[in-house]
């Protein structure tokens, strides 16, 4: 009952940058922690970044001081600027959230957990 929308992939020359963002839906109450994942061919998926509703963030160690991850609380929307882009980096690239929704709709004290991925998209770094 919680759909991720992503956008911003697409193909970069090394060096180059990108802006992925990815949209929550839905019934939803509050987002604990939104985050950044992805998959390489022949690779496990891997945590790129990760930002809590207050704003704590932490990143993988290949994109530290490359990548930035922010979020807008109001707008159920994360965001990861990507800067300094290598060929390493192209993978599918997918947006996870974890919190809390009320299925039945605002004004309900009904709530349960979820935690919802993004269709996933692609990233592709040129050398």
């Known amino acids: 009952q919680v759909q991720l929308v992503e956008s911003g992939g697409g193909l970069v020359q090394a060096g180059g940058s990108l802006r992925l963002s990815c949209a929550a839906s839905?019934?939803?109450?509050?987002?604990?922690?939104m985050g950044w994942y992805r998959q390489a061919p022949g690779k496990q998926r891997e945590l790129v970044a990760g930002?809590?509703?207050?704003?704590?963030?932490n990143y993988a160690d290949s994109v530290k001081g490359r990548f930035t991850i922010s979020r807008d609380n109001a707008k159920n929307t994360v965001y990861l600027q990507m800067s300094s882009l290598k060929p390493e980096d192209t993978a599918v690239y997918s947006c996870?959230?974890?919190?809390?929704?009320?299925?039945?709709?605002?004004?309900?004290?009904?709530?349960?957990?979820?935690?919802?991925w993004g269709q996933g998209t692609q990233v592709t770094v040129s050398s």
């Open positions: 996870n959230a974890v919190g809390l929704l009320r299925p039945e709709g605002p004004g309900s004290y009904y709530f349960e957990d979820f935690n919802s």
């Open positions: 839905g019934n939803i109450f509050s987002i604990n922690v």
């Open positions: 930002i809590t509703s207050g704003g704590i963030t």
